[in-house]
């Protein structure tokens, strides 16, 4: 078990899941999915967009969190209320989050172990909110080639990674096609609300 890695399955109802994964996709229709590019060439099997006053990026260039979208040159949508809720719920000592990072997994899209390491601000726990397919997430220790646990994330569970988990090494193996109805068009949305500044 990894400390302060909190799960908690369930969080949004069906019916809050759709009406997130359809606010995302609205959002998404003025900031498309793209998808990133490592700073090594490779493209990201994931698609990427983000909402608040900030989101991640990648390119050849590195990563970094800015305010705009990298292809259309525009301000990220406006944070869905729905996610500054489960914050407020989840994670009610720490500032509101700056930036949501939205991961769009279809087909055979899935992300490899990394840290959360961008942000300024690591006191503040990353929140993520998972809707349609079903992830098979992985999550490690603070140092790369530790133990790791496999932890499966549904439609509607939110995950926090807070104190020693926040450095933890996590990722998602694979994405069980077919499992959810949530996400319009098949898939899993993934969301995670951040402080990066
Ligand atoms: C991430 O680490 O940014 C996403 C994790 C996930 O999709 O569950
Ligand atoms: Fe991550």
Known sequence: MTDGFELHPGAL??????????????????????????????A????????????WVSDLHGYRYQPLHPQTGRPWPPMPQILLDLWRRFAPHAQQPDACLANLYRGEARMGLHQDKDEIDFSAPVLSVSLGD????????????????????????????????????????????????????????????????
């Open 13 to 42: 109802t069906r019916a809050e899941q759709e009406a997130l994964a359809a606010e995302v996709l609205a959002g998404a229709e003025h900031a498309p999915f793209w998808r990133p590019v490592v700073p090594g060439g490779k």
């Open 44 to 55: 990201m099997s994931v698609r990427m967009t983000g909402f608040g006053p900030l989101s």
């Open 134 to 197: 079903t992830a098979v997430f992985r999550i490690g220790q603070t140092t790369r080639g530790g133990p790791t646990r496999s932890v499966r994330l549904a439609s509607g569970d939110v995950c926090l990674l807070t104190g020693p988990a926040r450095m933890a090494f996590h990722g998602v193996d694979r994405v069980i096609a077919g499992s959810s109805t949530v996400v319009p068009g098949g898939g899993r949305l993934n969301l995670t609300l951040r402080r990066a500044r």
